[in-house]
């Protein structure tokens, strides 16, 4: 299955990023990882990151009319954007929301996502572990 790994601002930076909160992983590793994890659950994987909401709009486009299924970490846009919570509801497969960290745990405006209310599951929390247990479960659909 045509599976999108798709991640927003900021996340390209991971790695340096304050690393006491994401973790030491960086991006490029994070989206070897989920491709190799993809390939060994029989996934057709794409992983990608932009900083341009534009783009990830544009990508969530895509996977709607592919019927893809989609991981996304949408970082801070996910406390925010109505526009990407209304592209992620037009989605014709399951979407997985994913944050590394606990955004419970974290500031007050992290509390909530604008996401969560149109996505199948969410798994924050469990740093690059939540990847690769959003990419387990869509494997096991
Ligand atoms: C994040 C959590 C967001 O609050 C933050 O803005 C990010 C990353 C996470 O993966 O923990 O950029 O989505």
Redesign the pocket.
Known sequence: MKTYVLNG???GRLGTRQTDI?GLTDYASLAEMCIKTGAELGLDVEVKQTDDEHELVVWLHRAADEGAAVVL????W??YSIALRDACAMLNAPLIE????N?YA?EEF?HHSVISGVASGVI?GLGVDGYRLALLHLSSR
């Open positions: 601002v900021n996340l994401y970490n949408a970082g801070a996910s406390h994913v944050h590394l960290s955004i974290r992290r924050c």
